[in-house]
């Protein structure tokens, strides 16, 4: 008995040994996709190199068996596949196949990961955070002062979100003026502000504006959500114009601000007009607000575009995913409007229906950048002191999955094929 055990000991091994490759699958076969990027993440902080398969079950992951990786993927609840050396190989020739819309990108290291966010607690949570924590996928966190003191170079990807880079605190003025945390957080943005030498909040903002700026032309990758997007080029587009009411700063704005602006400075939008109004929960007409999208819950979703793996590597990067639909979702900026875009500017996703954008990429520089409209992928209207998301119950998020469709971007180069 003992050397049969010992025999079958001795063929499972070898198969083991011969099974020299984990596929990752990120179709509907996944159990849990969200967690898959953190194994792809987790593999790359092991020094260990691994393959995306765009294109190819969802964008799904491929590694050199390691008993240790296995053994990862079993605690985390990410489904995987161990496959032979044969298999592996028939996969990358299918891949390779000229007829085929699938193309493999080496990801060779973990992109250092930071997320602009202040450091006092805000009534509502974001998405970026969430996902990443779920996902077991490690950042750091930054605001200004970090910005401002030449920090951002040692990052490879910055997250910007729900930020108002305006100075007029979210405008949130009108409902939330006297609520403690509204308070708190003037009281932190002014006091920062004179810390780095400005008298105006608006200006500590636009100072980090342009640093961000900096480090996206020098090769770095920016990613932002919700209000973090239309408020990053409105802050362009006005450098040295006062757009800002004295609620905010102590005096009024500039009658002549909407003429003053200078669309040349911005990364996504041109010819937008400003908000005027101090008590308006908007910044500008480049978000499709409530009544103009005229949607429901029910009938709300938008469509990824189908970009060629071979050709276009980093939109097809951008848009993994095992499913091309995506249920909308809102925020203080939900979607753009397809007609204040640049036209260098790639849309990924859009709702044609109503003429909005949802997602957006451009180059700037040496460096990316990638605008997702709405605050939480899996909550349809998040509000104010709301609970945040809990992952556990959405694992297969697609609307997630595109998040972290950017964190590994910054690992990623084109896999040379065999001859």
Request: aromatic share 14%.
């Amino acid at each position: 008995m003992r050397i049969i055990v010992t025999i079958l000991l001795i063929v499972f091994c070898s198969a083991k040994s011969y099974s020299s490759y984990i596929l990752i699958p990120m179709d509907e076969k996944q159990s849990n996709h969200l967690k898959a990027y953190g194994i792809a993440y987790w593999i790359l902080q092991n020094e260990i190199e691994i393959d995306w398969l765009l294109n190819h079950r969802g964008g799904s992951f491929m590694v050199k068996y390691y008993q240790k990786f296995e053994n990862e993927l079993i605690i985390r609840g990410v489904s995987y596949e161990v496959i032979s050396d044969a298999q592996s190989n028939q996969i990358v020739e299918i891949i390779a196949s000229p007829s085929s819309n699938t193309d493999i990108m080496r990801l060779d290291k973990f992109p250092k990961i930071a997320v602009y966010s202040p450091k006092s607690k805000l009534p509502w949570d974001d998405a970026v955070t969430l996902v990443l924590t779920y996902a077991e996928i490690p950042y750091d966190v930054i605001f200004d002062s970090e910005v401002l003191e030449g920090k951002l170079p040692t990052y490879d990807w910055l997250h910007l979100h729900h930020e108002d880079f305006t100075g007029q605190y979210g405008k949130f003025y009108r409902n939330f003026k006297n609520m403690p945390w509204y308070i708190e957080q003037q009281r932190e943005f002014e006091e920062s502000a004179r810390k780095h030498g400005f008298s105006k909040v608006s200006h500590l903002k636009l100072a980090s504006v342009k640093k961000i700026k900096e480090f996206v032309s020098g090769g770095g990758f920016l990613f932002a959500m919700c209000s973090a997007t239309d408020t990053y080029d409105i802050a362009l587009a006005g450098e040295g114009v006062d757009m800002v009411d004295r609620m905010f700063d102590g005096d009024g704005a500039d009658p002549q601000a909407q003429q003053k602006l200078n669309f040349d400075n911005t990364f996504a939008f041109e010819n937008f007009k400003i908000s005027r109004d101090p008590y308006e929960y908007e910044f500008s007409n480049i978000d499709n607000n409530f009544a103009e999208r005229g949607l429901r819950e029910e009938n709300d979703y938008f469509n990824l575009f189908q970009f060629s793996a071979k050709w276009d590597p980093i939109p097809t990067m951008l848009t993994q995913n095992h499913t091309q639909v995506i249920k909308g979702f809102y925020g203080q900026t939900t979607g753009y409007k397809k007609s204040l875009i640049k036209p260098d500017v790639v849309i990924m996703g859009e709702n044609k229906s109503i003429k909005e954008a949802k997602y957006l990429h451009g180059v700037f520089g040496k460096g990316f950048w990638t605008f997702y409209g709405g605050h939480d992928p899996e909550d349809y209207q998040h509000l104010v002191n709301e609970e945040p998301t809990d992952l556990n119950l959405h694992p297969n998020s697609p609307g997630y999955r595109l998040i972290l469709n950017n964190i590994l971007f910054p690992a990623a180069k084109k896999k040379k094929q065999k001859t």
